[in-house]
């Protein structure tokens, strides 16, 4: 046996079923009868979507093409796939973060713009950015009572004590006509 004989026995058996799985490029129709199918899933979380069969999705979702799609090489592995939103969207992350670290090693003068917006993406994205401090936190000069009192009654502000004293009482009448208690 040649070297590349001997490489090809060490493959293991679902190797297959992942190539298929990596070169099934779904249509948007296909697309579509996938998000029904999962959506339906979705309330039955104890169904195993490796379980899936052509019968079950043709009863949770009735399309004439379905026959022709099972037939397609990847299309049952695919489909069976509840995890494909979760893996596009780490491999979209692993891109963006190569790209990322493209820009901000970039020793190109014109990518300083790019370079200055990246480095404050990521540092909101790892909660590192400094907060701006427009004299939000500045200390409130501390007040004694009698001098809170002062200011809050200058603002236009009444004690709970003395907004009761100047209730009026009112009869509030409700749907059916009935009178119903007093307001303060």
């Known amino acids: ?13 679902d190797m297959g079923v992942m190539m298929r799985e990596v070169e099934f490029e779904p ?15 979705h309330d039955n979380p104890i169904y195993r979507t490796a379980d899936l069969t052509y019968e079950t999705c043709y009863r949770i979702v009735r399309h004439q093409r379905l026959a022709s799609w099972w037939k397609q090489v990847g299309f049952e592995e695919w489909i069976q796939n509840r995890n494909e939103f979760r893996e596009k969207a780490e491999y979209l992350l692993t891109l963006a973060m190569k790209r990322a670290t493209t820009i901000l090693q970039s020793t190109d003068a014109k990518m300083v713009g790019a370079q ?5 993406m990521v540092l ?13 936190d500045k200390e409130a000069p501390a007040l004694d009572p009698g001098q809170l009192d002062e200011f809050l009654r200058l603002s236009g502000y009444v ?5 009761k004293k100047l209730a009026i009482p009112m009869q509030v ?3 059916s006509g009935e009178k119903e208690g007093e307001i303060h």
Do not use: C, F, H
């Open 1 to 13: 046996m040649t070297s590349e004989g001997r490489k090809a026995e060490r493959v293991p058996e």
């Open 27 to 41: 249509t948007p129709d296909q697309e579509k009868y996938k998000v029904r199918v999962m959506s339906y899933l």
């Open 116 to 120: 200055v917006n990246m480095i404050k």
């Open 124 to 136: 909101e994205l790892t909660n590192r950015m400094p907060k701006e401090n427009k004299g939000k």
């Open 159 to 163: 004690k709970l004590e003395e907004a």
């Open 173 to 175: 009448e409700v749907s």
